[in-house]
């Protein structure tokens, strides 16, 4: 068990919903990172928060957004879903600083139908 | 960004055999990482390493950092090593980023 807390496990919904994907990261990390990976492919980064604050940003559409909480637990929302947004959603978390290692929750596997 | 890859994409092997997986990152980097993600898809963390060696059990990881390199070694391979190994490194710009992965098949 990595510490990390993703729920839901598992998603179904339509084409054109709108989701939000919840992660709790491991007591007292600081920063929270989302990834999406699609059927057979790599690890796509999409944002990371410090502290409740956006500090990077990847290959993330403007259909999604993120945020952390002040509790550091943070949501990602998908809307207007479509086909192609079927993939694992992971979310990592790291203690403050950076050269410290990263610990992955288990994983949203979301499918669009 | 950092640009990360591995090799070889595939790697089929006979239980018992040992291998080595390779991960090239194209700058300096100050966290790598080496993943195992299972058939059900999780992530299980091997090693962080942004240099030296470390062992554990029948894995062990070196990272030469200077020549931007890092190597996976598994020996005795056993049919529960099968998934895929990814290697991740986090540049100075704090983006973490994955390579392609190995997709490492052990046969009984």
């Known amino acids: 068990d990595s510490g990390v807390t993703q729920t839901p496990k598992h998603l179904i919904t339509a084409t054109g919903q709108r989701v939000t994907l919840r992660c709790s990261p491991r007591?007292?990390?600081?920063?929270v990172y989302w990834y999406q990976q699609s059927l057979d492919q790599g690890l796509q980064f999409l944002i990371q928060?410090?502290?409740?604050?956006?500090?990077a940003k990847g290959n993330i559409l403007e259909r999604f957004s993120a945020q952390q909480f002040p509790d550091l637990h943070s949501e990602l929302n998908l809307s207007s879903l479509e086909l192609g947004d079927s993939a694992l959603y992971f979310c990592?978390?790291?203690?403050?600083?950076?050269?410290?290692?990263?610990?992955f929750g288990q994983g949203t596997r979301l499918t669009v139908v | 960004g950092i640009q990360v890859e591995q090799s070889p994409p595939d790697l089929i092997l006979q239980e018992g055999a040992n291998s080595t997986l390779r991960c090239n990152f194209s700058?300096?980097?100050?966290?790598l990482q080496w993943f195992h993600q299972n058939p059900w898809g999780q992530l299980i963390n091997l090693f962080y390493?942004?240099?030296g060696t470390k062992q554990n059990g029948r894995l062990s990881a070196t990272t030469v950092a200077t020549e931007r390199y890092s190597l996976l070694y598994i020996s005795s391979s056993q049919t529960t090593d099968s998934g895929v190994y990814f290697c991740?490194?986090?540049?100075?710009?704090?983006?973490?980023?994955f390579g392609p992965g190995t997709r490492l098949s052990v046969l009984p």
């Open positions: 928060y410090y502290n409740g604050e956006e500090r």
């Open positions: 007591s007292g990390d600081l920063s």
């Open positions: 991740a490194a986090r540049d100075y710009g704090q983006n973490f980023v």
């Open positions: 700058d300096s980097v100050n966290n």
């Open positions: 390493i942004p240099s």
């Open positions: 990592a978390s790291s203690p403050q600083g950076r050269s410290t290692e990263a610990f």
